[in-house]
Nanobody
């Protein structure tokens, strides 16, 4: 049963833009919060951005503030990550995640609070 499907990854040059999408279906579509995480080779998975379905509140990692924007279409149960001014350090597999617990200022980046995960989409930024 498909739950979260990411799309939009690819290989780009530094300074380029990409837009990732994550479509939720099945039980995952009933989430109240969704997020993007990323994992580079040899590194731990890290938080990128999150958005509350209930309030529309957003959170972004300091490393992407001013360059990335997160949004969602609740009617289509889809989360987006618009990425501008991409850098080689942004190279990673980007994962979408969904949760059924409230997003707060203290838990938005906690991996274990997310109940469904997508398979990931590769983003490669070359210099």
């Amino acid at each position: 049963q498909v739950q979260l499907v990411e799309s939009g990854g690819g290989s780009v040059q530094a300074g380029d833009s990409l837009r990732l999408s994550c479509a939720a279906s099945g039980r995952a579509a009933g989430n109240i919060g969704m997020a993007w995480f990323r994992q580079a080779p040899g590194k731990e998975r890290e938080f990128v951005g999150a958005m509350s379905k209930m309030t529309g509140s957003t959170w972004l990692a300091e490393s992407v503030k001013g360059r990335f924007a997160i949004s969602r279409d609740n009617d289509r149960n889809t989360l987006f990550l618009q990425m501008y001014s991409l850098k080689p350090d942004d190279t990673a597999v980007y994962y979408c995640a969904a949760r059924f617990t409230l997003l707060t200022n203290t838990n938005y980046a906690t991996l274990s609070d997310y109940h469904h995960w997508g398979q990931g989409t590769q983003v490669t930024v070359s210099s």
